[in-house]
């Protein structure tokens, strides 16, 4: 179910940077955690970052690690990816999304998802 809103992609140069945000309003379920992915034209979809809603540390693609942050508003409404140092391999599709499970299938098959927000970043 698309039950997420992603917004403010967009297009930048390579070292710029952007802000998505997530709206999980919509969710009448509390997530367990929460995710963002990405996915470029004949590519398999990435994982970028994701973290546990309660607790945790987040995690991030070595891709993107030291350059993006996932982050969320103090009532968990809003989920953002702060993303710093762009370069022209970042642009993708990007999708945010909610599981679960207190497993790792909560990242790996999560339960809601956004309809994504294009990024596209410029040489």
């Known amino acids: 179910a698309q039950v997420l809103l992603e917004s403010g992609g967009g297009s930048v140069q390579a070292g710029g940077s952007l802000r998505l945000t997530c709206n999980a309003s919509?969710?009448?379920?509390?997530?367990?955690?929460v995710a963002w992915f990405r996915q470029s034209p004949g590519k398999e979809r990435e994982r970028v970052a994701h973290?546990?809603?309660?607790?945790?540390?987040?995690w991030y693609a070595d891709s993107v690690k030291g350059r993006f942050t996932i982050s969320r508003d103090n009532a968990e409404v809003m989920l953002y990816l702060q993303m710093n140092s762009l370069k022209p391999e970042d642009t993708a599709i990007y999708y945010c999304?909610?599981?679960?499970?207190?497993?790792?299938?909560?990242?790996?098959?999560?339960?809601?998802w956004g309809h994504g927000t294009q990024v596209t970043v410029s040489s």
């Open positions: 973290v546990y809603t309660g607790d945790g540390s987040p």
């Open positions: 999304a909610a599981g679960t499970r207190y497993d790792t299938n909560c990242y790996h098959q999560p339960n809601y």
């Open positions: 919509t969710l009448t379920t509390r997530s367990r955690c």
